[in-house]
């Protein structure tokens, strides 16, 4: 990253609650940290806002015998956030357990001890209006890929450059969604972006080409998108002021945590999803009814136990398909037709059916996709 003034947001944020486990300590007081519950269980959805907002359940985190060490490692990850924010530079998830290893009887034994205090700090300052990526601790996921009708404006790490990225100029290849993307700037005459669900869709439609017979955008999320593939689309879509349309299998798995993460986001990062969903998004397929109009049933696969239960959860206990009936309709239908198909399934009629055919019907009709 191009070396720039430390972020004064993020630097007023740590030692705001610093100074205030000081001045409680001060006052021979047990000092505390309050944070917010992350699950399902403490969201809400309104549709006009368009994400899971976090409700008002918090856990407070309280100095004492058996809390010791954890207060302390909570403290040292806060301290290497400021010297990362103040050097201008960056750690994983990985790195900061590493790091946690010159903190003495601090240090962590696993990284999971490690990954589960770094969310409790982003979900800290996230009450600031923080992300993790601005207290400078970022993914080690890949953050997706990317083909089509768009020129990305990164800048050089070590001049300060713009370096203009053309994504039609790849070959067979794409263009990969850095870990952290505030800095991108985009170019573009597309008229939407396709997020496609698996990497072998996203190559068949690369590899012929199908952003520039569309006019379109692809963008591979490989599973559940990362914070930095959400984060991407989310500021593309409001820079280029275009849609974005979700293409996933027709199971409950694509829908229900892959499509439901990328326009609303989830329970558990409900502190950060002001910042990394897509509320514009909507689902142009694959649907239950799809496999019945293109005559799929010999391509489809029967419901598993967990496809079923991950279904009956979605209509159970998920406030996006709760507020939206014809999102029920469909987990209803998929469940008394008892199979999933992928999208690979499309194939059945041809390996370009999907290009020839599927997506150009679909692209008729956007007015008829699910929210």
């Known amino acids: 990253m191009a070396k720039k003034s430390p972020n004064k947001n993020a630097l007023g944020a740590i030692e705001k609650t610093a100074g205030a486990i000081y001045a409680e300590i001060s006052k021979h007081k047990a000092p505390s940290l309050k944070m917010p519950v992350r699950s399902l269980s403490n969201v809400s959805y309104d549709n006009k806002i368009g994400f899971f907002e976090l409700g008002t359940g918090s856990k407070k985190r309280t100095l004492s015998v058996n809390t010791v060490k954890t207060f302390a490692q909570t403290l040292k990850m806060m301290a290497l956030s400021r010297d990362l924010v103040v050097s201008d530079d960056f750690a994983t998830k990985r790195d900061a357990y590493y790091q946690s290893k010159n903190w003495g ?21 996230a009450m600031e209006g923080l992300t993790r990526e601005e207290l400078r601790f970022v993914p080690d996921q890949h953050g997706g890929s990317v083909a089509g009708e768009l020129t990305v404006v990164d800048t050089d790490l070590e001049s300060g450059d713009k370096i203009s990225i053309d994504c039609t100029k790849f070959g067979s290849g794409a263009y990969a969604v850095p870990s952290w993307v505030e800095h991108l700037e985009f170019k573009t005459k597309a008229e939407f972006i396709l997020c496609i669900e698996t990497q072998g869709m996203f190559q068949r439609l690369q590899s012929h080409k199908y952003w520039k017979k569309a006019n379109c955008i692809l963008v591979s999320m490989g599973g559940v998108p990362t914070r930095a593939c959400r984060r991407f689309v989310r500021r593309l879509s409001e820079s280029a002021k275009i849609p974005v349309y979700a293409f996933t299998d027709c199971d409950p798995y694509g829908i229900g945590n892959i499509y439901r993460t990328l326009k609303v986001g989830s329970g558990n990062a409900a502190h950060i999803n002001q910042f990394f969903c897509v509320p514009k998004a909507s689902y142009l397929g694959l649907m239950p009814q799809d496999i019945e109009l293109y005559d799929l049933q010999k391509a489809t696969h029967p419901l598993g136990e967990q496809d079923k239960k991950r279904a009956l959860d979605a209509l159970k206990n998920d406030p996006f398909f709760q507020a939206h009936k014809p999102w029920q309709d469909a987990l209803q239908k998929m469940l008394k037709m008892g199979v999933r198909a992928e999208q690979q399934a499309l194939s059945l009629h041809g390996l370009n059916f999907v290009i020839e055919d599927y997506l150009p019907r679909k692209l008729k009709n956007p007015d008829k996709f699910l929210p």
């Open 105 to 125: 009887d601090a240090r962590f034994n696993e990284q999971p001890e490690s990954d589960t205090v770094m969310d409790d700090i982003e979900a800290l300052f």
